[in-house]
Nanobody, 124 residues
Framework: QVQLVESGGGSVQAGGSLRLSCAASGYTYSSYCMGWFRQAPGKEREGVARIDSDGSTSYADSVKGRFTISSDYADHTLYLQMNSLKPEDTSMYYC??????????????????WGQGTQVTVSS
C-alpha cells in the first residue's frame, strides 16, 4: 500500500522560504506522476506543481517563478521549495501520486494516493 508522508510545513513571514518534503513508500513502479496540492479554509483544493518520472514539471500560474518541485527517486522523496512566500500561500499542502497514468496533470481527480497534509502559514 502506497504511503505518502509530508513534512516541512510551518509559519513564516511574507518573503520567507520553506521546503516541503513528501516521503513515499510502498510502491515499486518506476514511472510516477507526483504533485503538490493545497487547500485553504473555505476554498477548493488546487494544484500547485507536479513532476513525472521523466523530470517534466508544471506549475500553477500563481506560484511560477517562486516554487520549485523536485524528486529524488532513489530516496523516494518529493520536494517543494517555496520562496518569496505570500500570505495568500497560506494553506494545507498535500502530496499526491499516481503510478498508472496517460498524462501527468495538475488535476486532483487524476491522483489516487494522498498524504495527510502539512500546514503552511505565511504572515504579513
Amino acid at each position: 500500500q502506497v504511503q505518502l508522508v509530508e513534512s516541512g510545513g510551518g509559519s513564516v513571514q511574507a518573503g520567507g522560504s520553506l521546503r516541503l518534503s513528501c516521503a513515499a513508500s510502498g510502491y515499486t513502479y518506476s514511472s510516477y506522476c507526483m504533485g503538490w496540492f493545497r487547500q485553504a479554509p473555505g476554498k477548493e483544493r488546487e494544484g500547485v506543481a507536479r513532476i513525472d518520472s521523466d523530470g517534466s514539471t508544471s506549475y500553477a500560474d500563481s506560484v511560477k517563478g517562486r516554487f520549485t518541485i523536485s524528486s529524488d527517486y532513489a530516496d523516494h522523496t518529493l520536494y517543494l521549495q517555496m520562496n518569496s512566500l505570500k500570505p495568500e500561500d497560506t494553506s494545507m499542502y498535500y502530496c499526491a501520486a499516481v503510478f498508472t497514468y496517460h498524462t501527468c496533470t495538475l488535476v486532483e481527480a487524476d491522483y489516487n494516493n494522498w498524504g495527510q497534509g502539512t500546514q503552511v502559514t505565511v504572515s504579513s
